[in-house]
Structures are given as structure tokens and as C-alpha cells.
């Protein structure tokens, strides 16, 4: 049954909204509007740990239970209803609920002031405490990936109109992001000061949470782009809330195997694997107009991704990787087998498809959730009609 039908029966029984994981009576309209259509996601095995962290001089912003409760609902709504659409269910990131219907978010107050937190170096200090508090009672930790939100910085440069100073990125299963008093799903799509800035950090918020549950950057197809919008993990951080937005199918195929997306009763122990999987056989053609890839791996592969982009190849600077997701297969030795057909015209973002370097990433990932990446740099115009280039021996390192 969807949400809005449980709400309204609910309603008409006279009982509280906030049962079974409906609406809450004490959010405010314009959230009640985003989460009317709320689709009925599965129950998670593993929950996202939602931290506020604060210096030892500061205090948590007003409102911030009601303010990120409602966000990060939204949130999880929009990765939901993307991982619907991409064939994978409907299924999100999982979030402890109170019982009146706000997301669990535990206070974890830092043992320094709130200077020694800042946005070059603080994370380092604050993952420690963090993960000590997490540490502190059993059953306080209900995953492995963390997601912690910190106040702006009120000083010279920072304030609730320009706010900054605190992380704000993803760091492998850990992600940061930043609160503000004007932070607050009212401003959504509005075309005032309030719902620019909301975009900015909103948008931030989503793309750097995908970070933090295994997301790389990317661009989006000439096709997707043209039918959904931004991709979240390229520009979408800039986009979200105002324009189409969305997650792309090999962003999706990703988080089909990240913990805390894993349905309940699953058992399996996440993030085991050191060693990247063999791979026998590796073949990357041109076949006129499209390239074609052809993969075969360890039986514990279940996804393969491959993401085209422009130098330099560096995080940060790959925002134009253009993913594709590969179909999978086993064949008669028992392996997985990945293959790929990419038409060049979905490149068209790429400043070198013409003339000049480029580069193929291939992406592992293995059943527990590890991903492993193997780069092959190539020009277009030195692969011959019906030829193939050398991959070379594969040289993987971790992802993200």
C-alpha cells in the first residue's frame, strides 16, 4: 500500500500520523506536499547513521530534528523512487525512525571547539569521535556508513547566507555535509535567495550522501541527460529541486550492493573483499560507430560498470565520466561475463571523442559490495575500423 493511502486511512480513523513510518502531524506543509506521493520502500537490514556533530562550543541549530528529519525523508524518497525506475526496486538507504516519525539523528558533541572541525582537516578528528560515540553502547551503530551534518561556521566569511567553513564531501563510506538556520525543505524550488541557496546545499547534501553509500561522479548519456535532467553524482548538486534530477542506471547498479541498501533478513558482511578479481579475458573494440567491451571475470562479479572520460583522471576533476552499465552473465566455465556496446553519439560532453585521449574505467563490484576500478587510456582515432587496443595487464585499485 502506498504511504499517502496508509495516511489517509489513518486520518479518517482519527489515529496518528505518524504510524507505521506515514507522514508526521508536527511537519510542515511543504513537506507534507514532497511526501504525499511517497512510494512503500522495502524494510532495510542495515540503517544509515545520521549524526549532528557540534564543537564543545556551539549548540545544535534550532529546529535541526524537524528541519533534517524532512529532508532526508525527501532524500531517501528520490533515491527510492530512482532505484524504481532503474529496474532495481523500490528500495533506498535505510533510516532509523522515532516514534514521532523523525529520523534518528544522535548529537555527538566533539571535545574541541568547533574551530578545530574545519573544512581542510576536521574530518579526521571528527570520524574518531564519531565512531568512539557509535562505539560507546551496543546496538548504537546500525551500519557502516555514516553521514554527519555539522553547523556552518558563524564568523567573518560564514553565516546563514553564505554558509561554509565544516567538511562538506564523502570519504569512502563516510560523507559530511552542513546545516544552516534557513535549511529547510520550505525553500524547496523556490526562486528566491532562500531556494537558490537551498538547491546549492541540498543538492550538495544528496550528491555527497551518494558518496558516501559508494557513489563515483558521473555525467549522464546524451539520451539520459535529454530524457531525466542532471545526473545528481555530476552537476546534479546544482540542479536538484528546481530541475530534473537523477540517479543514473550504473549509479543505481551500484547501490544495489551497498549495505545499507541490502532488504531485511539479508546476512552477508559487507565490504570483505581486499583482492580486485581476476580478469581471464578483456576486449575493448571500435565497431564503426560504437565501442564495444567485452569482460570475462571471477563468479563473484554481479555488476560492471564502464565510465568514458577526459583527462586529467583525477576525483574531482571527473564530473564528465559518462557511465554505462554492462550486461551480465555467466558462461559455461562458471564466470561472470560483462558486455557493453557504447555509441559514440552518447559521448558528446566528452571534449576528446573527436581527436585526443581519453579514458575507459571499469568497475567491479563483487557480491559483498567492494568495487574495484582498472583504467585503460585510448584515442579514438588510433583504434582502426573492426580493430581493438591493447587493455594491458589490469592494474585495479579500491573505489570510492
Not at 511517497?38 to 545544535?60: A, C, K
Not at 567538511?167 to 529547510?184: E, K, Q, R, S, T
Not at 532562500?194 to 558516501?212: N, P
Amino acid at each position: 500500500m502506498k504511504i499517502r493511502a496508509i495516511t489517509a486511512t489513518l486520518c479518517a480513523l482519527g489515529l496518528s500520523m505518524t504510524a507505521v513510518g506515514a507522514v508526521p502531524e508536527h511537519f510542515q506543509p511543504r513537506a507534507k506536499e514532497l511526501l504525499a506521493d511517497s512510494i512503500e520502500l522495502q524494510e532495510n537490514e542495515h540503517q544509515l547513521n545520521v549524526i549532528y556533530f557540534v564543537g564543545n562550543d556551539r549548540e545544535p541549530l534550532a529546529d535541526y530534528e524537524r528541519r533534517i528529519s524532512e529532508l532526508l525523508l525527501h532524500l531517501q524518497q528520490f533515491y527510492g523512487k530512482e532505484m524504481a525506475r532503474n529496474g532495481m526496486g523500490a528500495r533506498s538507504f535505510g533510516l532509523v525512525r522515532e516514534k514521532n516519525g523523525n529520523v534518528k539523528i544522535h548529537v555527538v558533541r566533539g571535545k574541541k571547539p568547533h574551530t578545530e572541525y574545519s573544512y581542510g582537516s576536521g574530518h579526521n578528528a571528527c570520524l574518531e569521535e564519531v565512531n568512539a560515540y557509535l562505539a560507546a553502547e551496543p546496538g548504537r551503530r546500525t551500519g557502516q556508513h555514516i553521514f554527519v551534518i555539522m553547523p556552518t561556521f558563524y564568523d567573518k566569511e560564514y553565516n546563514d547566507l553564505n554558509p561554509g567553513g565544516v567538511p562538506f564531501y564523502g570519504l569512502g563510506i563516510n560523507c559530511f555535509a552542513l546545516d544552516y538556520a534557513h535549511f529547510d525543505i520550505k525553500h524547496l524550488g523556490q526562486d528566491t535567495h532562500e531556494g537558490r541557496l537551498l538547491t546549492k546545499w541540498y543538492g550538495g547534501f544528496a550528491h555527497e550522501l551518494g558518496h558516501g553509500l559508494n557513489l563515483p561522479h558521473n555525467l549522464g548519456t546524451v539520451s539520459d541527460n535529454a530524457k531525466y535532467g542532471t545526473a545528481l553524482m555530476g552537476a546534479g548538486n546544482y540542479t536538484f529541486g528546481r530541475k530534473p534530477t537523477y540517479l543514473t542506471l550504473a549509479s543505481c547498479r551500484i547501490l544495489a550492493h551497498s549495505e545499507t541498501f541490502a532488504p531485511k533478513g539479508t546476512t552477508t558482511k559487507f565490504y570483505t573483499r581486499e583482492e580486485a578479481p581476476a580478469v581471464t579475458t578483456a576486449a575493448f573494440k571500435r565497431c564503426g560507430d560504437t565501442l564495444e567491451l567485452y569482460l570475462e571475470t571471477e563468479s563473484d562479479v554481479v555488476n560492471a560498470n564502464a565510465y568514458i572520460q577526459d583527462p586529467p583522471y583525477v576525483v574531482n576533476r571527473d564530473y564528465d565520466a559518462v557511465p554505462f552499465a554492462c550486461t551480465m552473465s555467466k558462461n559455461d566455465k562458471g564466470q561472470t561475463t560483462a558486455t557493453l556496446s557504447i555509441p559514440l553519439s552518447e559521448l558528446g560532453a566528452l571534449k576528446n571523442v573527436k581527436d585526443g585521449e581519453l579514458a575507459l574505467d571499469v568497475l567491479l563490484q563483487t557480491h559483498e559490495g567492494s568495487r574495484f576500478r582498472w583504467r585503460v587510456p585510448f584515442e579514438l582515432n588510433k583504434i582502426p575500423a573492426e580493430g581493438s587496443i591493447d587493455m594491458g595487464k589490469p592494474v585495479f585499485w579500491r573505489g570510492y
